[in-house]
Structures are given as C-alpha cells and as structure tokens.
C-alpha cells in the first residue's frame, strides 16, 4: 500500500511539474506557448527553459505593442532544434540572425522572422511543410530558395532587401504576396500577378 501510495504522489508531482518561462509557469505538458515582452521588459531573452517542453507544437515570441517595441537577445536559440513537434513558430523583433536551429522543425507550417537579422535562408526548402512565411522586415534579399516550398500559400517580404521576386513565380499554391513596390520592379509585380490571376498582392506588412 505504502508503495502504491507513493506511486500516487510521484505521478500527481509530474504531472503538475512545470517550468518558468516569460514570467509565467508552464506545464510541462504545454503545447502552446506566446509571450509577448511588454515595455521596460528585460530584454536579454533566454530560451533554454523551453528544452523541457517536448510537446510543443505552437510558440509565439514578441517584444512590446506597436509604440514600444525593442529588439530582443535571444540567448540559447539551439534550444529551438530540439522542439520538433512546433507547427507555428513566430519570433518577432530579436537578435535571431540564422535558420539554422529552425532547419530540423520539419513539421512546420507557419514560420514568421518579422523584424530578426535573419539574412540567409538558402536552406528553407528543407521545411517542406511551410504554407505561411513572414520574412518582413529582415535583411534576406534571396528569394530562389523559395522555390523548394510547394505549399507555400502566404508570404510576407515588405521591408526587406528583396529586389527580385521571379523566383516566386515557381510557387504555384501562392495566394497572399506582401512586397514593397518601392523597392520590386513594378514589371515584375505585375508579371506576377498575370500569371497567377488569383494571387492578391499588397504592399506593408498585415499586422
């Protein structure tokens, strides 16, 4: 009995563990997480606490509203590899400068690098999976690698380095294009939009 007994308690114990991350205790059991880092938050950001979560499928990350936002110092970003049951992923305004630690999250399909110095992502095809893509406001300027991306449905690439958009015309599933016309040819934007008459371009970034 005393062992039964303590069966019990060893398993009410682990299934009430948690772990703190963003100010608040998450269960170790989480699948959705979204932290958003309000104004005169601390801005060193540590992911190393997320390790725990393996059955994550869903993390937002965010610093501040709109008035006050300010970049984030992601330390630990490794920790991002270990999370392969992620379906969503968003880390808005950080210091997030590779894909590298996104490149094994094959389970993906929506990924958003609003506001990271993400710059290359010549290995984004391995994500297979990606239907919705936010590369706004990052330093990519490369876009042939979208083409590995089948499913791609929505892409966001406003206020970027982005001068060439005919790779994307490879993306047949494409439905939703976010570009800056300032900075595309108007050429290729309307090319683009002629030989998918169903694609709605806007321009500036859907909040």
């Known amino acids: 009995m005393k062992a039964f007994a303590l069966l019990i308690m060893m398993s009410g114990w682990a299934q ?4 703190r991350f963003c100010e608040t205790d998450w269960p170790i059991a989480t699948k959705t ?3 958003s880092i309000g104004p005169g938050a601390i801005i060193d950001f540590d992911l190393a606490p997320l390790a725990r979560l393996k059955q994550l499928e869903e993390l937002s990350i965010s610093s501040g509203v709109l008035e006050f ?3 984030l110092r992601l330390k630990n970003v490794a920790v991002l590899s270990t999370l392969t049951r992620l379906r969503q992923l968003s880390i808005g305004h950080s210091t997030l400068d590779s894909i590298e630690p996104l ?11 609003h506001a990271s110095a993400v710059a290359d992502i ?3 095809g391995r994500l297979k999976r990606l239907e919705t893509l936010d590369l706004s406001c990052t330093r990519v300027a490369d876009v042939a690698a979208l083409k590995g991306l089948p499913k791609l449905r929505k892409l966001t690439l406003t206020a970027n380095k982005v001068r060439d958009i005919r790779p994307l015309f490879a993306l047949k599933h494409l439905e939703s294009l976010g570009v800056s016309s300032k900075d595309v ?3 290729q934007i309307s090319a683009i939009k ?6 709605h371009v806007y321009e ?3 909040y």
């Open 69 to 71: 936002i300010a970049t």
């Open 204 to 206: 500036g970034r859907r």
């Open 33 to 35: 997480v979204s932290c």
């Open 16 to 19: 009430a563990e948690t772990i």
């Open 122 to 124: 010549s290995k984004i």
């Open 103 to 113: 490149l094994g999250l094959t389970q993906l399909t929506e990924l958003s690098l």
């Open 194 to 199: 002629a030989s998918m008459p169903s694609l």
């Open 185 to 187: 040819p108007a050429a």
